[in-house]
């Protein structure tokens, strides 16, 4: 379960099957609250979403859509797309976090940014999308029948950062695809868990800083009201007292104003007192 609960913590997973979205949603403790046009669920206390999508390229995106539309997701919030994938360079079981994305169809590569990849120990890999089941696997990477079309949607909703695709290999050359059954995929997913909870766990922290890079810092809307700042002097002041509260966390920095200051002096006596 989630360890990070804070104001603007936001989630949603995308899983084209109820086998590969069956422990997230056991381990998030999330409810079915929609049947049609696609399942949906939450927890009822946080918030994180989850949608099965079912599928191929049309359904990613058009269930992404409705998650988006339906939880009123912002641009701040997390989009994970999770699901098994082939291939012929990984073991099966083995978790990778994709780094590139291709597709057949379509002429344009996306790559998640880096800062998805910091703090956690998975393999990373290329994802090529396709439209039909790969036996052959003949390119190094993994495929999958989604991932492109869920981060050409998804990145347009959310902050870059915020989008992740993550994937579980569960079958290679030679497999037999008629063992890979509900149970399979399951316990394929049960035991990554540690290992997904862990680029949640990254996912949020990079949501926090985004957060509060974007929230005006304490005493920011008062200072302005008493003084005329420009665009660019606010910009500094929004430093300037993100800083102060970090270096002075009981220091009132409205102390330090007095009544005939202009705004440049505002700006020098803040930017005196963080130099000392």
Known sequence: MINQNFEGMSVRWVIALKAEA??????YALERVVTKPFPVY????IDIWLV???????????????????????????????GIVGSRNFKVGELVQIDKITSNDFP??????????????????????????????????????EGYAFFSFAKKIASYELVSVLKIISDIPGTDISKIDKIAV????????????KVLENLLSLQEILLLQQRNPNYFDEICQQRKFSFSQKVTLKKYLTQWQSRF????PLGEIEQKMTASQILKRFSDNLLR
Do not use: C
């Open 249 to 252: 966390p009981m220091r009132n």
């Open 52 to 82: 099965l999508s079912g599928i191929g390229q049309i359904n990613a995106v058009a269930a992404t859509t409705y998650l988006y539309v339906k939880s009123d997701a912002s641009d701040n919030t997390i989009w994970i797309n999770l």
């Open 186 to 197: 399951e316990r394929l997913v049960l035991k990554k868990m540690p290992l997904i909870e």
């Open 22 to 27: 069956e422990e997230i949603i056991k381990n």
């Open 108 to 145: 344009d590569n996306h790559y998640p940014s880096p800062a998805t990849f910091k703090n956690n120990n998975v393999e990373r890999s290329n994802l090529i999308t396709v439209n039909k089941p790969e036996a052959l696997f003949e390119n190094d990477g993994v495929y999958d029948m």
């Open 42 to 45: 939450k927890n009822r206390d």
